[in-house]
């Protein structure tokens, strides 16, 4: 049964960069997408960006020129760095994986997620 | 446009059917996927593809699609089923992906 375990830290200061990993146990790292998902306090899902076992990325626009999401193959682990970071960013981090089907009919879907970092911004 | 559309809250007396539908134009290319969060929880999925049940997920769950609208349909609704329910997909590009904002769940 596959298994995401997060970690990082939870306490910034503004302009600080956040840095998150997610570590896949007990499957396979390639044939899928690697997520990263944030939830404000109090609001709802918003998507990060997502990378698969060769490193191609695909990003939220509105995050795009802060966000830098990697991969390491060898130990099955795929990391978050968010830069200069404020109190909007405050949110429970969530690393996912994603399932693609790129055959019509096309399939998405987000089958396992790790349980959450909180990331808190404050002066 | 790359936005799923969901109301916002719904309830549902114990035992009734209740629907809960996603709007969007990227539904015409992919199907949704449906994600169930209670609160202090990571969030679950229940429904992928075009009516699909990851193991554990009770046959109560259902999904259907129609157009640039998915539903997903709990069939018999338990107090355990109170939570919020997000729907997601990838956008009409296939490099964005979009969740709703999601519908609260009140079982009465």
């Known amino acids: 049964q596959v298994q995401l375990q997060q970690w990082g830290a939870g306490l910034l200061k503004p302009s600080e960069t956040l840095s998150l990993t997610c570590a896949v146990y007990?499957?396979?790292?390639?044939?899928?997408?690697w997520s990263w998902i944030r939830q404000p306090p109090g609001k709802g899902l918003e998507w990060i960006g997502e990378?698969?076992?060769?490193?191609?990325?695909n990003y939220n626009p509105s995050l795009k020129s802060r966000v830098t999401i990697s991969v390491d193959t060898s130990k099955n682990q795929f990391s978050l760095k968010l830069s200069s970071v404020t109190a909007a960013d405050t949110a429970v981090y969530y690393c996912a994986r994603v399932v693609v089907v790129v055959a019509a009919p096309y399939y998405y879907y987000m089958d396992v997620w790790g349980k959450g970092t909180t990331v808190t911004v404050s002066s | 446009s790359s936005e799923l559309t969901q109301d916002p809250a719904v309830s549902v007396a114990l035992g009734q059917t209740v629907r809960i539908t996603c709007q969007g134009d990227?539904?015409?290319?992919?199907?949704a996927s449906w994600y169930q969060q209670k609160p202090g929880q990571a969030p679950v999925l229940v429904i992928y593809g075009k009516n699909n049940r990851p193991s554990g997920i009770p046959d109560r769950f259902s999904g259907s699609s129609s157009g640039n609208t998915a539903s997903l349909t709990i069939t018999g609704a338990q107090a355990e089923d109170e939570a919020d329910y997000y729907c997601?997909?990838?956008?009409?590009?296939?490099?964005?992906?979009?969740f709703g904002g999601g519908t609260k769940l009140t079982v009465l």
């Open positions: 990378i698969n076992h060769s490193g191609s990325t």
């Open positions: 990227s539904l015409r290319s992919y199907y």
């Open positions: 997601n997909s990838r956008d009409s590009s296939g490099y964005q992906v979009v």
């Open positions: 007990g499957g396979s790292f390639s044939g899928y997408y």
